[in-house]
């Protein structure tokens, strides 16, 4: 068992190293890199589509990585909205470590690019405990998941600096409990910000791209509860033992609103989920 647990730990400390590098040199090529973490049919293909073409029509110059265990469907999609697209097929593997995303940018990502979105694997497990060397990682789920999903999986939840909700219009349809959502996430993520978005109607799209675009600019993200040393050492999904109410290390009180992601100042860098 404890062998078992010094292997992981050091796979993930070797990762880190590698997203370490990797984020600086993405900060020197002025490159925001944002980690897309969701399930699978949570619809982020369909919103990141959306994005890519707004961020083009405000000329952002933004690119693209989709990764998925087989097909190019999704890179395909992508790919409409007119930016450069890279798909990614991990083989069987659930989820895209530092030392991949390095490789694949290499001689690809074009000059400038000031936007690079990841879309990782659909899984909400493996990929939350791999530091990509994002500046920002956002976590989606859909109204169709069911409202206790960031308890099932806090990892993925409390390493976010942003979570977005995804295809709101269907949420009145389902019987989404919006409330119940907002407590289960700030159970797990205090003070995070919650985007309500819709790829059918375009629902905070713009909004999306305007948080992107701001940390790009310099704004300091939302800290997610979840530092990558904590998740290294305690493994996956584990829930932080803490209530509404409670008092952090901090100091600071657990919140239990739709807080602005841009309250607790930037972080070294974003927690390995």
């Given at each position: 068992?404890?062998?078992?647990?010094?292997?992981?730990?050091?796979?993930?400390?070797?990762?880190?190293?590698?997203?370490?590098?990797?984020?600086?040199?993405?900060?020197?090529?002025?490159v925001t890199?944002?980690?897309?973490?969701?399930?699978?049919?949570?619809?982020?293909?369909?919103?990141?589509?959306?994005?890519?073409?707004?961020?083009?029509?405000?000329?952002?110059?933004?690119?693209?990585?989709?990764?998925?265990?087989?097909?190019?469907?999704?890179?395909?999609?992508?790919?409409?909205?007119?930016?450069?697209?890279?798909?990614?097929?991990?083989?069987?593997?659930?989820?895209?470590?530092s030392a991949?995303?390095r490789g694949?940018?290499?001689?690809?990502?074009?000059?400038?690019?000031?936007?690079?979105?990841?879309?990782?694997?659909?899984?909400?497990?493996?990929?939350?405990?791999?530091?990509?060397?994002?500046?920002?990682?956002?976590?989606?789920?859909?109204?169709?998941?069911?409202?206790?999903?960031?308890?099932?999986?806090?990892?993925?939840?409390?390493?976010?600096?942003?979570?977005?909700?995804?295809?709101?219009?269907?949420?009145?349809?389902?019987?989404?409990?919006?409330?119940?959502?907002?407590?289960?996430?700030?159970?797990?993520?205090?003070?995070?910000?919650?985007?309500?978005?819709?790829?059918?109607?375009?629902?905070?799209?713009?909004?999306?791209?305007?948080?992107?675009?701001?940390?790009?600019?310099?704004?300091?993200?939302?800290?997610?509860?979840?530092?990558?040393?904590?998740?290294?050492?305690?493994?996956?999904?584990?829930?932080?033992?803490?209530?509404?109410?409670?008092?952090?290390?901090?100091?600071?009180?657990?919140?239990?609103?739709?807080?602005?992601?841009?309250?607790?100042?930037?972080?070294?860098?974003?927690?390995?989920?």
């Open positions: 068992m404890c062998r078992s647990v010094d292997v992981r730990t050091a796979v993930l400390a070797k990762n880190d190293s590698l997203a370490a590098q990797l984020r600086t040199e993405l900060a020197e090529r002025r890199a944002v980690n897309l973490l969701s399930s699978p049919g949570s619809g982020k293909t369909a919103l990141l589509e959306l994005v890519l073409r707004r961020a083009r029509e405000r000329a952002v110059a933004v690119a693209a990585l989709t990764a998925d265990l087989a097909t190019e469907n999704d890179a395909r999609r992508l790919a409409r909205s007119g930016a450069p697209v890279k798909q990614v097929l991990t083989g069987g593997l659930c989820h895209l470590e991949q995303l694949l940018i290499d001689g690809w990502l074009p000059e400038p690019t000031r936007l690079l979105f990841v879309e990782n694997v659909g899984n909400l497990v493996c990929p939350a405990s791999y530091d990509l060397g994002e500046t920002l990682r956002v976590t989606l789920m859909s109204v169709t998941e069911g409202e206790d999903k960031p308890l099932k999986y806090p990892t993925a939840f409390g390493g976010a600096h942003l979570v977005v909700l995804t295809k709101t219009d269907l949420a009145d349809a389902v019987g989404f409990d919006d409330s119940a959502f907002t407590t289960a996430v700030q159970r797990v993520n205090p003070g995070v910000e919650i985007l309500p978005t819709s790829a059918r109607d375009g629902r905070g799209v713009d909004i999306l791209l305007d948080r992107v675009l701001a940390v790009a600019d310099g704004a300091a993200p939302h800290t997610p509860l979840l530092a990558a040393d904590h998740l290294r050492h305690h493994g996956h999904d584990h829930a932080p033992a803490h209530h509404h109410g409670d008092a952090r290390a901090d100091g600071h009180e657990h919140g239990a609103t739709h807080a602005p992601g841009h309250a607790h100042g930037r972080s070294t860098r974003p927690a390995s989920a």
